[in-house]
């Protein structure tokens, strides 16, 4: 092609045109498959790998293509954050986590904790506090037992909202973890500040420990700063024995991760519950 300004620019905006596209594409297949409720959650168990007792799980969407196809969430979330998707979908996953909830409590797992992602979108919609309530009352969960997810970078943009709609949750029983955390760079008198009730320590963390188990580690960082603060801490993406062991000696006991469990169908949790 020759390389004149225009066909730079026409170059350039074809190729935006396709990704713009295939944007398109997706939000319209993945809202037809959230109205033909092809949408399902998954569970993973969140494990004491003090004893090996099983905490709770936290709820992870899926999306299966008519062509059985698998779209992370990674590229889908973000999609239906762009369009506004989120606020239904994300309304749904609290309402189907709490009843699978109240499922799992009334086969016996009775202090079974479920951690369900809360979208920033969805935090900051003005009504997420009416949906909240309301999947609660309508579930009728005990709210002690349901823990939400938020992300540190969530805690960055508007810092007065975040204040007080999480004093809010608090209020309704519910518990607060920081999804990903040290990856959102937020500032620790910001920490302070917020009413949550555990850090979440990111995969990436996690992953460094195998590669520099030194003292200094990030993890070990974490771990201290959660201790400091008084709020718990767990661990994502455990994959190995080593990991488990290290994050036992920094004093974390909490994890969740493959060493474990992939994330389950409801049926499968089921039965890997009852085989323990
Ligand atoms: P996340 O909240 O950080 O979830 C943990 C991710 O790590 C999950 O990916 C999980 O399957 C994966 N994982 C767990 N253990 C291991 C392990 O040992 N090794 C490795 N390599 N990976 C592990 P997943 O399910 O693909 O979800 C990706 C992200 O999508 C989530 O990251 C979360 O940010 C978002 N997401 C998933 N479900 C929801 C949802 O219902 N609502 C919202 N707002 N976001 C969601
Ligand atoms: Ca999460
Ligand atoms: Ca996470
Ligand atoms: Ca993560």
């Given at each position: 092609a020759k390389m004149n300004r225009r066909g730079g620019y026409e170059y350039f905006t074809r190729n935006m045109g396709v990704e713009i596209r295939e944007r398109v594409l997706l939000m319209h297949a993945l809202r037809a498959a959230f109205e033909q409720k092809k949408l399902f959650l998954v569970f993973q168990p969140q494990i004491d790998m003090r004893d090996g007792r099983v905490l709770g799980a936290e709820a992870l969407l899926r999306w299966k293509t008519d062509e059985g196809k698998f779209i992370p969430p990674d590229k889908f979330i973000p999609i239906a954050e762009y369009s506004g998707l989120i606020v239904d979908i994300g309304e749904w996953v609290l309402r189907t986590a709490c009843m699978e909830l109240v499922h799992l409590r009334s086969l016996g797992y009775t202090n079974f904790q479920m951690a369900i992602n809360?979208?920033?979108?969805?935090?900051?919609?003005?009504?997420?506090?009416?949906s909240l309530n309301k999947a609660l009352t309508d579930t009728k969960v005990p709210p002690q037992f349901v823990e939400l997810e938020i992300t540190e970078s969530m805690a960055m943009k508007d810092p007065e909202l975040l204040i007080k709609t999480l004093h809010q949750i608090k209020?309704?029983?519910?518990?607060?973890?920081?999804?990903?955390?040290?990856?959102?760079?937020?500032?620790?008198?910001?920490?302070?500040?917020?009413?949550?009730?555990?850090?979440k320590i990111d995969r990436a963390f996690v992953n460094e420990i195998q590669k520099n188990p030194s003292e200094g580690s990030i993890a070990k960082m974490i771990v201290q700063l959660g201790q400091n603060l008084g709020l718990s801490i767990i661990a994502e993406g455990v994959e190995s024995e080593m990991q488990a062991n290290t994050l036992l000696s920094y004093d974390c006991h909490i994890a969740q991760g493959y060493l474990y469990s992939k994330p389950l169908t409801r049926d499968d949790l089921h039965a890997w519950l009852a085989s323990r």
């Amino acid at each position: 092609a020759k390389m004149n300004r225009r066909g730079g620019y026409e170059y350039f905006t074809r190729n935006m045109g396709v990704e713009i596209r295939e944007r398109v594409l997706l939000m319209h297949a993945l809202r037809a498959a959230f109205e033909q409720k092809k949408l399902f959650l998954v569970f993973q168990p969140q494990i004491d790998m003090r004893d090996g007792r099983v905490l709770g799980a936290e709820a992870l969407l899926r999306w299966k293509t008519d062509e059985g196809k698998f779209i992370p969430p990674d590229k889908f979330i973000p999609i239906a954050e762009y369009s506004g998707l989120i606020v239904d979908i994300g309304e749904w996953v609290l309402r189907t986590a709490c009843m699978e909830l109240v499922h799992l409590r009334s086969l016996g797992y009775t202090n079974f904790q479920m951690a369900i992602n809360v979208s920033q979108v969805q935090f900051s919609h003005p009504l997420f506090m009416q949906s909240l309530n309301k999947a609660l009352t309508d579930t009728k969960v005990p709210p002690q037992f349901v823990e939400l997810e938020i992300t540190e970078s969530m805690a960055m943009k508007d810092p007065e909202l975040l204040i007080k709609t999480l004093h809010q949750i608090k209020q309704l029983g519910m518990s607060i973890s920081i999804d990903d955390f040290g990856t959102g760079f937020s500032s620790l008198s910001h920490l302070q500040k917020l009413d949550v009730d555990k850090l979440k320590i990111d995969r990436a963390f996690v992953n460094e420990i195998q590669k520099n188990p030194s003292e200094g580690s990030i993890a070990k960082m974490i771990v201290q700063l959660g201790q400091n603060l008084g709020l718990s801490i767990i661990a994502e993406g455990v994959e190995s024995e080593m990991q488990a062991n290290t994050l036992l000696s920094y004093d974390c006991h909490i994890a969740q991760g493959y060493l474990y469990s992939k994330p389950l169908t409801r049926d499968d949790l089921h039965a890997w519950l009852a085989s323990r």
